[in-house]
C-alpha cells in the first residue's frame, strides 16, 4: 500500500524556521510529482509548493517563495520543505501529496494529487 508519512511540525515564533519531511513507502514516489499544501484554522487547504518528478521544475506559491524551498532525494524517497523566516499567517496542518503525471501545470489543484499524508501541524506564533 503507498502511503506517504509527513514529519517535522512543531510551534515556532515568528522568524524561525521548521523543515518539513514526506517519507514515501517504497519506491514509488520517483515517478511521481510531489506538493505541499496547508489547511489554515477555519479555511480550505492551499497549495504551498510542488517538486516535478527528478527536481526538473520546483513551483511556489507567491506568499512562501524566497522563504520556502522544496527538495527531492529520491534514493530515500522523501521530500523536504524547508521554511524560514516564518509568519503567523503559515500557521495551518500541512500536507505532503504526489500525483502520477510527474509534474503538471494544474499542480496547484488539490485534485490531481492521488496519494496524501496525513498531516503535521505548524504553529507559528507572533
Known amino acids: 500500500q503507498r502511503q506517504l508519512v509527513e514529519s517535522g511540525g512543531g510551534s515556532v515564533q515568528a522568524g524561525g524556521s521548521l523543515t518539513l519531511s514526506c517519507v514515501a513507502s517504497?519506491?514509488?514516489?520517483?515517478?511521481?510529482?510531489v506538493g505541499w499544501f496547508r489547511q489554515p484554522p477555519g479555511k480550505e487547504r492551499e497549495f504551498v509548493a510542488m517538486i516535478a518528478e527528478r527536481a526538473q521544475t520546483t513551483y511556489y506559491d507567491d506568499s512562501v517563495k524566497a522563504r520556502f524551498s522544496i527538495s527531492r532525494d529520491d534514493a530515500k524517497n522523501t521530500v523536504t520543505l524547508q521554511m524560514n523566516n516564518l509568519k503567523p499567517d503559515d500557521t495551518g496542518t500541512y500536507y505532503c501529496?504526489?500525483?502520477?503525471?510527474?509534474?503538471?501545470?494544474?499542480?496547484?489543484?488539490?485534485?490531481?494529487?492521488?496519494?496524501w499524508g496525513q498531516g503535521t501541524q505548524v504553529t507559528v506564533s507572533s
Open positions: 501529496a504526489a500525483e502520477r503525471s510527474g509534474g503538471s501545470i494544474r499542480h496547484r489543484d488539490p485534485r490531481i494529487y492521488d496519494y
Open positions: 517504497g519506491r514509488f514516489l520517483i515517478n511521481y510529482g
